[in-house]
């Protein structure tokens, strides 16, 4: 009997001592962040000086040089909201995916807030945001705390906590370092950028660790309360699920033969563009007396000549599925959803090599065709690549196929046929948009077609994007089981 008790003691006391430690970190940072929120709410001189002093030191260091501050916008935007948000969302919905409710939960409470405490506190000081001789960027809203400072340290954070299970041992200080790095580095583009004073980003920091620490604390208060081990921070929240949420363990080889499937894809990238390149030099310049000549001038001019505000709006918002930004967001939620479900990365790989090369099939051909814009009104303006072939078109056309040709095999589902819908349904709305705003000839929508299907059709023999369903792969969770979702996300959220 004794020896169960010191057995029972022994992981209580080192939880205790661990908590009692952890306690006194986050209430001190709590304290300190009090304490600078009442020196900046009362504009303590020294610290008005000093915040100030930085600000004008950093916007005369960084406002000459235009390529750091494109550097410089480009890791604070790694702090934004849209960004954390997205990290965020797709986490947790992978985590239920893998039936890991507790971590998802833990992920949407924690994330949420960190976005309830940065307005609600910007709005309780009134700070405004610094002034300098030569703005170099601009934020909306109060100063203090920096969101970016807060939201980048709790998000990163969370996720580190949520993950580390699933990584090697060796890498897991490496990560934590790297995320470290990441955090302090997006806290110091505020900045350097010139749109928070120092203090706000030392607030948003403290108040980040306060609030992610009294967070993992309820995590592990509840698993010592279900008589569970709780671990050392360093291994994460949940150590004994590493293999659950791993994003492929099953997985040893990506593609069988590597080099091969390379030089394959280099050689095939070539005949595509010249591909391209032939049907693109004789639409654009040796075909006005033939039938595609006749469709490129009486098809664009037909629909200059119907112009209306209503399809003109309809039009703009169309045509913004192919734009870059439509294109990733969409790319960046199907690819983690696939790795969560199938737990393989060859279908990701797939999707990133349609997009790889589809822009850079489609930059190395407008540049090398150099053809004009069709000769009527561009509602979009000057644009900086050519018309041949449709960037939009290609780029629309590449992802939906990619993505039907990944989901159709892998369901029996009814709403399988959607994919292959959207597949046509999106390239064929884009293609109207964007001749109708006057931007492509119809071979340029016929260019992006031959693009599509050239590259999509190598990748697929070449990646073999659905060889795990020959394997026997199975889903993480298949279609019928969805609805259990919302029960287990309730049960973990309950505090019982």
């Not at 996720?159 to 302090?184: Q, T, Y």
Request: proline share 7%.
């Amino acid at each position: 009997m004794t020896a169960v008790k010191e057995v029972v003691r022994r992981p209580l006391g080192h939880f205790a001592e661990r908590s009692i430690a952890g306690l006194l970190a986050v209430a001190g940072a709590g304290v300190a962040f009090g304490l600078l929120l009442m020196l900046v709410r009362f504009r303590f001189s020294p610290l008005y000086r000093a915040d100030h002093g930085a600000a004008e030191w950093f916007n005369d260091l960084v406002a000459p040089h235009h390529a750091l501050v494109t550097v410089l916008q480009a890791i604070t935007d790694l702090g934004g909201r849209p960004v954390l948000i997205w990290l965020v969302s797709v986490a947790a919905i992978g985590l239920l995916i893998r039936r890991q409710a507790r971590l998802a939960v833990y992920l949407i409470i924690t994330g949420l807030g960190g976005l309830t405490l940065d307005p609600s506190l910007k709005a309780l000081v009134g700070r405004l945001r610094p002034v300098v001789d030569v703005p170099v960027a601009s934020a909306p809203g109060n100063s203090f705390p920096s969101g970016h400072a807060l939201g980048s340290l709790v998000a990163y954070g969370a996720l580190l906590l949520v993950f580390l299970p699933a990584m090697a041992p060796r890498w897991r200080k490496p990560a934590i370092a790297i995320g470290a790095v990441l955090v302090a580095l997006i806290g110091l583009t505020r900045i350097a950028l010139g749109v928070h004073f120092v203090s706000d980003v030392l607030g948003g920091w403290l108040l980040g660790v306060a609030w992610l620490g009294v967070t993992a604390y309820a995590f592990r208060l509840w698993r010592r309360e279900r008589g569970r081990p709780v671990p050392p921070l360093t291994e994460g929240l949940e150590p004994e699920v590493g293999r659950d949420i791993a994003p492929a363990p099953a997985e040893e080889h990506v593609l069988e033969h590597p080099r091969s499937a390379v030089a394959e894809l280099l050689v095939g990238w070539v005949l595509v563009f010249g591909a391209l390149y032939g049907f693109g030099m004789l639409v654009s310049y040796h075909a006005k007396d033939t039938f595609l000549g006749t469709l490129d001038r009486e098809v664009p001019r037909w629909f200059a000549e119907r112009h209306t505000g209503f399809w003109t709006e309809v039009s703009w918002w169309w045509s913004k599925f192919g734009d870059t930004h439509a294109i990733l967001l969409v790319s960046l939620v199907f690819c983690p959803l696939v790795l969560a479900v199938w737990r393989r990365w060859r279908p990701v790989l797939f999707v990133v090599l349609a997009m790889v090369g589809e822009l850079t099939l489609f930059l190395a051909s407008a540049h090398a065709v150099d053809r004009p814009r069709p000769p009527v009104e561009n509602l979009d303006g000057q644009m900086p690549t050519s018309s041949f072939p449709s960037g939009h078109i290609a780029a629309t056309i590449c992802l939906w196929a990619a993505i039907a040709v990944i989901v159709f095999p892998r369901t029996d589902r009814w709403w399988r046929w959607l994919f292959v819908a959207l597949a046509v349904i999106m390239p064929v709305g884009v293609a109207t948009s964007r001749m109708y705003r006057g931007m492509h000839h119809p071979t340029d929508f016929m260019g992006a077609i031959l693009l599509g299907a050239l590259w999509i059709g190598l990748l697929y023999w070449v990646v073999r994007p659905n060889a795990d369903l020959a394997e026997g792969n199975q889903p993480a969770i298949s279609a019928d089981q969805v609805d259990e979702l919302d029960d287990e996300l309730a049960e973990a959220g309950r505090p019982g």
